[in-house]
């Protein structure tokens, strides 16, 4: 089935172009891709998530059709991103919803800007544990860049993604993330791409897995609903992160998806939709209080972090 297309609309922010998509209306939902990723990850949930919700879902600087600018691309550096593209189109609270890479940029977005944020939802996301996928470890490895530049040759891309696409397409355990993973690996052909994605990654990921962490500050979300969507077939971040998340904060909710890879939202998206509608109906939005923040900043977490947890994100 072909994608929905949606209209892509620019904002130019601190001299960077920026490419997002922004339907529906009522409650806006921030959706926040992952790394190499843009937008139309999110394409199958949109036109539903749009009957009821404001469905704002740029492409992260670096990425898709937004500028890919030699510049700040730490998690940090994304929230603010995200908190200047919201206040540029007048809107002022969201439920933010990431997807793996952007599950980190979540976080940080809900830390760094709690009043803005009404809920979070993290799907497979970074930030949860060390774990990560080998080829996500290799992108920080010298030569990486050079290879790349090889292996995206015309003729040796068109073989490597057709062959990735019929395995997508094939009815195997495991092979479903491959689709994504081939739209990803064509993105590369174009060095600048290959910088961005890069420096990400060598911000969050060392040879010993992911390197930031929500573990220190996962109590705070004692003030915020949360909700955890993970599939069980995930082979880029394990399902045990999910388990992670259910330690790390109670009360946050946990989801995962039977037969879903790393993409659930596009492996099961009718099932991800039903599952975002009803958190987002079930909950009342946070409601920024500057004396409960100071609190909780106050008195730390209730138990110290377990050192297992204390080094993740991605």
């Known amino acids: 089935m072909t994608a929905p297309h949606h209209e892509v609309q620019h904002l130019t922010i601190h001299g960077h172009r920026r490419a997002f998509v922004k339907v529906g209306a009522g409650p806006v939902v921030l959706l926040l891709h992952g790394l190499g990723c843009d937008h139309t990850t999110w394409s199958p949930v949109i036109d539903t998530l749009a009957e009821r919700y404001t469905v704002l879902a740029p492409d992260l600087l670096g990425h898709g059709a937004s500028d890919k600018p030699r510049a700040d691309y730490s ?29 980190g940029v979540a976080m940080q977005f809900a830390y760094q800007f709690p009043e803005r944020t009404e809920r979070m939802m993290l799907v497979a996301s970074g930030g949860l544990g060390p774990e990560v996928s080998p080829a ?17 040759l015309p003729g040796v891309r068109h073989v490597g993604v057709a062959g990735m696409r019929t395995l997508a397409a094939a009815p195997l355990p495991g092979t479903s993330d491959l689709a994504e993973v081939a739209d990803i690996y064509d993105s590369f052909k174009d060095p600048r791409a290959r910088a961005a994605i890069r420096q990400v990654v060598r911000a969050v990921v060392d040879w010993r897995g992911q390197l930031v962490t929500m573990a220190d500050r996962a109590y705070l979300t004692e003030a915020m609903p949360m909700s955890v ?3 069980s077939h995930d082979r880029v971040i394990p399902v045990s992160h999910a388990d992670n998340a259910a330690s790390l904060a109670p009360k946050a909710s946990v989801e995962v998806i039977a037969g879903a890879g790393h993409f659930p939202h596009k492996d099961h998206p009718e099932r991800f939709a039903a599952i975002l509608d009803d958190f987002v109906r079930t909950t009342r939005p946070a409601v920024y209080s500057r004396a409960r923040w100071r609190r909780l900043l106050a008195n730390g977490p209730a138990a110290p972090v377990s050192p297992v947890h204390a080094v993740a994100t991605a």
């Open 75 to 103: 998690v940090g550096g994304y929230a603010n991103g995200m908190r200047d593209l919201l206040t540029v189109l007048g809107i002022d609270k969201v439920t933010v919803v990431g997807h793996s890479f952007g599950g």
């Open 136 to 152: 996500i470890r290799a992108i920080t490895t010298p030569g990486f860049h050079q290879l790349m530049g090889v292996l995206t």
């Open 229 to 231: 969507v993970w599939g």
